[in-house]
């Protein structure tokens, strides 16, 4: 990839994903993820309702000039794009219900699910992420005898059954990342969700600067859906830590358009953080 990154990439490809009016909230540290939501804001999505700052606030960018690329949720300093501030409890009512005017059609589906779902989308990070796309951020090593601490859940546990459309996201593709089985479950995957009886089914998705990985309907273990421009299977496959299958028809991601691109660098991200 010469002209644009793999986080460029990345976030184009997550914003291809954002419909208009999805309700979306955000991780503290997604530059990844913040440029996706504000290029679908800019571009295709201006009435998405993004919330941020620890549940305190819906962002939107629509026509606004930003002067740098967020690089945490938690800062005040995104204020400055609120189109609304308010308590924790009040989200839903900003939000609206599960399926936004879908809900109220008759027969409609959204009327049999979770009518508190917190959100459609949700992007999740981790140190480690299986086969069955659960991550974790806990850490390395055992209880008692971690090896390496992470940031930990962060209530991300909490959301797992309440987001419609989650996707796990690795910022590197190798064997240390992708493992047989993590070591601690801070997002559970698409097998634990069906154990427990979730109303949420698991992630979408499991994205990394190579390829996209989705889930076999039957068994609910990760495929290979998606290669990232210039990548080869064989790549992928010598780089992950669990054996995979492929999806009926393994496509490569459309590189950004000129459109995407120009919007990406010169309003979304114009200080090149991506670029990184």
Request: some cysteine.
């Amino acid at each position: 990839m010469t002209d644009f990154s793999w986080k460029e990439m990345m976030a184009v490809l997550f914003s291809r994903e954002i419909e208009d009016g999805d309700r979306i909230t955000a991780g503290a540290h997604t530059e990844i993820f913040f440029a996706a939501n504000m290029l679908a804001q800019k571009t295709h999505a201006p009435n998405l309702k993004l919330q941020l700052g620890g549940t305190c606030f819906l962002g939107n960018v629509t026509d606004m000039e930003i002067e740098a690329l967020p690089m945490t949720s938690t800062g005040y300093g995104l204020l400055k794009y609120a189109e609304s501030v308010h308590d924790h409890p009040e989200t839903f009512l900003f939000y609206c219900p599960p399926g936004r005017e879908k809900y109220y059609e008759e027969n409609s589906p959204y009327r049999d699910t979770n009518h508190f779902w917190f959100a459609d989308r949700f992007f999740v990070g981790g140190i480690q992420v299986d086969k069955y796309g659960s991550a974790n951020m806990i850490g390395l090593g055992e209880p008692g005898n971690i090896t390496f601490r992470g940031p930990g859940t962060i209530g991300i546990n909490d959301i797992v059954n309440s987001v419609r459309c989650p996707y796990v996201f690795l910022t590197a593709h190798d064997k240390r990342r992708l493992v047989e089985e993590v070591d601690f479950v801070s997002f559970p995957g698409r097998k634990i969700c069906k154990e427990v009886g979730f109303l949420a089914s698991g992630p979408k998705w499991i994205v990394t600067p190579k390829c996209v990985f989705d889930f076999d309907p039957e068994t609910d273990l990760a495929r290979l859906k998606m290669l990232f421009p210039g990548v080869s299977e064989e790549e992928v496959r010598e780089n992950t830590g669990f054996d995979f299958g492929t999806a009926p028809e393994v496509e490569t991601i459309a590189p950004p358009t000129d459109e995407e691109l120009k919007v990406l660098r010169e309003e979304v991200d114009r200080t090149g953080v991506l670029r990184d």
